[in-house]
C-alpha cells in the first residue's frame, strides 16, 4: 500500500495550486484522509481533513481559502489552494487511514505520502 502525492509547484501570492493523492494497492477501505504540511523549522501540522463521511476540518488559517475532497473510486484525495500567502510555503504531506487484505491477512494503515513543496513567493 503507498501514498503518491503531486501538484506542488511555486506560485505568486494570491495565486491557486491544487494537490493530489492517490492510493494504491489491495485496498479495502479508507478512512480519514488529510493534509498536513511542515515548514522550515517547524512542525509538521494539520491543514485539512476528510472523513470517510464526508466531514471536513480545516486549520483555522486556511478556512475559507482551501477546500479537501476526496474521490473514493480513484482512491483520491484533492486539496484546492486558492488565495495563497507566503506563509503557507511548506512541504506538504498526505495521510491516510487505510484497510488493507495482503497474504491472506488484514492489515490497518496509516499510510504518509512524499512531501510535495509549495512556495508562495510575496
Known amino acids: 500500500v503507498q501514498l503518491q502525492a503531486s501538484g506542488g509547484g511555486l506560485v505568486q501570492a494570491g495565486g491557486s495550486l491544487r494537490l493530489s493523492c492517490t492510493a494504491s494497492?489491495?485496498?479495502?477501505?479508507?478512512?480519514?484522509m488529510s493534509w498536513h504540511r511542515q515548514a522550515p523549522g517547524k512542525q509538521r501540522e494539520l491543514v485539512a481533513r476528510i472523513r470517510s463521511s464526508g466531514t471536513r476540518d480545516y486549520v483555522d488559517s486556511v478556512k475559507g481559502r482551501f477546500t479537501i475532497s476526496r474521490d473514493n473510486a480513484k482512491n483520491s484525495v484533492y486539496l484546492q489552494m486558492n488565495s495563497l500567502k507566503p506563509e503557507d510555503t511548506a512541504d506538504y504531506y498526505c495521510n491516510a487511514e487505510i484497510l488493507a487484505y495482503e497474504d491472506d491477512t488484514w492489515h490497518a494503515y496509516n499510510k504518509w505520502g512524499q512531501g510535495t513543496q509549495v512556495t508562495v513567493s510575496s
Open positions: 494497492g489491495s485496498i479495502s477501505r479508507i478512512d480519514d
